[in-house]
């Protein structure tokens, strides 16, 4: 390749990711929901930052245009980055670089075009879109105020847990569902997240609190990919409860619905779980809820609701 041609790649690429970055910046403008949940936010970077990104590099040849899809790994520090979703954003920024392709015959073209938009619109669809509006709060029974529902074609019912591995201290595979027919309070966290850190002593007292409950467990899941950290952590802290280390970041804040941690859940003792307040945050309602199994799992098994005001 001639120097030129590296010149437009290293151009498409800085192109590529500034519109990732200006998008993901609207998106938090507009105040979406959850923006890290939402899966056609990174597909709508990829389409639009590779076509453009395309464009520049109109004269350079087919196989080196593959080149640019060095700009995904922009995604890995939004956490948009993990399998398998890659493969649907290597697959969009594939036909997004192959539109502005003239070699390529209109009618192809026209159907690559045609794909993106249907692998847009199902991702778009396929999750709530929620507005934050001024006031936006979540009250003691997880429902949203001061929010516009744009659109929430999912089945109103009770979520079910995922079977999902994680490890304990001693490398052994341990997954939520193990501990059925008992209510549980998780924590996801890491020892590298400050307010996760700041929670850990209002979390140990709610523990010591409720040590001598015999229907309430806790149990901490690490979402450290340093091992070693957590172990130390552990090691040194003793802290109560069960505590877990995930093996695949990404995987679990896609798998749980994680926008940010601290990240709390309750586990009704059938296996279902609702986002739940942080230690620091708990009111004595949700203590009671905590004591409580029928209160409890009522709360886990009543949907989300939005409110206006």
Not at 81 to 106: G, M
Request: with cysteine; net charge positive; glycine share 4%.
């Amino acid at each position: 390749m001639k120097v030129e041609d590296f010149r437009r790649l290293a151009l498409g690429i800085l192109v590529c990711v500034a519109i990732f970055g200006g998008i993901f910046m609207l998106a938090r403008f507009l105040q979406i929901h959850q923006i890290r949940t939402l899966k056609w936010i990174p597909i709508l970077m990829t389409c639009v930052g590779f076509y453009f990104a395309a464009r520049i590099n109109r004269k350079t040849k087919l196989p080196a245009l593959l080149l640019l899809l060095v700009g995904l790994f922009a995604f890995v520090p939004l956490r948009f980055f993990y399998i398998p979703f890659v493969f649907v954003l290597i697959l969009c920024a594939v036909l997004a670089l192959l539109l502005s392709r003239k070699e390529i015959s209109i009618k192809i073209r026209s159907l690559f075009l045609i794909s993106l938009f249907g692998i847009f619109g199902y991702f778009l669809f396929s999750q709530p879109l929620i507005i934050r509006k001024k006031g936006f709060s979540v009250d003691e029974m997880g429902n949203l105020h001061n929010v516009n529902v744009l659109w929430d074609f999912r089945e109103s019912s009770p979520i079910k847990l995922p079977q999902y591995m994680f490890k304990n201290i001693k490398g052994k595979e341990v997954q939520l569902s193990d501990f059925e027919g008992k209510n549980i309070y998780v924590t996801f966290w890491a020892t590298w997240c400050g307010p996760c850190m700041a929670e850990k002593p209002k979390l140990e007292e709610i523990k010591e609190m409720f040590k001598n409950n015999e229907n309430l467990i806790f149990i901490d899941i690490s979402l450290d990919a340093n091992r070693s950290a957590w172990e130390k952590y552990v090691s040194e802290k003793n802290p109560a409860g069960i505590q877990l280390n995930s093996t695949n970041d990404r995987q679990t804040r896609e798998t749980f619905q994680i926008a940010g941690i601290p990240h709390n859940i309750v586990i009704s003792k059938d296996g279902y779980y609702k986002s739940f307040s942080r230690p620091s945050k708990i009111t004595e309602n949700q203590l009671e809820m905590l004591k409580n199994p029928e209160k409890l799992e009522n709360y886990v098994k009543t949907t989300v609701k939005y409110f206006k005001e």
